[in-house]
């Protein structure tokens, strides 16, 4: 519904502009929309393919996320069955070396982020302080950096309005919680169309970061929160 409101949006911000610079005969606001129509037009093809995408259950760019979080709980030592932790949201229990590593993601394949503020104070409501958070996000690119590129930062790596987001840094700053972030590149684009394959193969680098973060900073017997971030369409469980 969003991608298709996104579109008629579109549609009418043009005409909006074309009737605009053809009644007042301004040649300056023509040439201005025309400038932009190549960026539009990228955009325009991106949400078509992202409708088809979420149509169909098919993963996209934005589920890079939730897609390194469900790879990370399949290739761990155990995987316990995923339980609903807060409103479309899955948790999965798993472990990693003597680790234990509890995964976060909104529950698939149909389309949706999940309430990950919620699920995450639930997860330290039940199992108490954790050693340490990892986000696993999207990323939006410069036009030179190749897609499927992961770059690893601190602090938490989530879009939208900035109220989940708040709601987490809240939690990790009551309990004092390291928060590391393992960002996957791709244009805004990619995001919203068919998961490609440059962007797949970033999802298999960064689950051995998580790998590698988890053996590296935290000691055995330890919990670590692993959240993926974005659109599970797509992506089971």
Same mark, same amino acid.
């Given at each position: ?119 995450i104070e639930n997860v330290i409501a039940k199992y108490g302080k954790v050693s340490l958070l990892i986000f696993v996000d999207a990323a939006a690119k410069f036009e030179g950096e190749k897609s499927g590129t992961v770059v690893e930062g601190v602090g938490v790596a989530i879009g939208g309005l900035g109220i989940e987001k708040f709601n987490i840094e809240k939690i990790a700053a009551r309990f004092n919680l390291p928060i590391y972030s393992i960002l996957i590149k791709m244009s805004s684009a +990619?995001?919203? !169309? ?5 962007? %797949?193969? /970033? #999802?298999?680098?960064? $689950? ?7 053996? +590296?900073?935290? !000691? ?5 929160? %692993?959240? /993926? #971030?974005?659109?599970? $369409?797509?992506?089971?469980?």
């Amino acid at each position: 519904m969003s991608a298709a409101h996104t579109l008629r949006y579109i549609y009418k911000y043009i005409d909006h502009f074309y009737r605009l610079g053809k009644r007042f005969k301004s040649l300056w606001l023509l040439l201005q929309l025309q400038s932009l129509l190549p960026f539009i037009h990228e955009e325009i093809k991106a949400l078509e393919s992202g409708l088809k995408a979420l149509d169909n259950n098919i993963p996209i760019g934005d589920s890079a996320g939730p897609l390194v979080a469900a790879k990370f709980a399949m290739l761990a030592d155990t995987m316990s069955p995923p339980i609903e932790i807060a409103k479309e949201t899955l948790l999965i229990e798993t472990t990693l070396n003597g680790r234990k590593v509890l995964v976060i993601k909104a529950k698939g394949p149909m389309s949706s982020t999940g309430r990950l503020d919620d699920a995450i104070e639930n997860v330290i409501a039940k199992y108490g302080k954790v050693s340490l958070l990892i986000f696993v996000d999207a990323a939006a690119k410069f036009e030179g950096e190749k897609s499927g590129t992961v770059v690893e930062g601190v602090g938490v790596a989530i879009g939208g309005l900035g109220i989940e987001k708040f709601n987490i840094e809240k939690i990790a700053a009551r309990f004092n919680l390291p928060i590391y972030s393992i960002l996957i590149k791709m244009s805004s684009a +990619e995001a919203l !169309s068919v998961m490609t394959k440059d962007i %797949l193969q /970033g #999802v298999k680098r960064a $689950v051995d970061r998580v790998k590698h973060i988890v053996l +590296e900073r935290c !000691s055995a017997g330890s919990t670590v929160l %692993l959240i /993926g #971030v974005g659109n599970t $369409v797509g992506v089971l469980p």
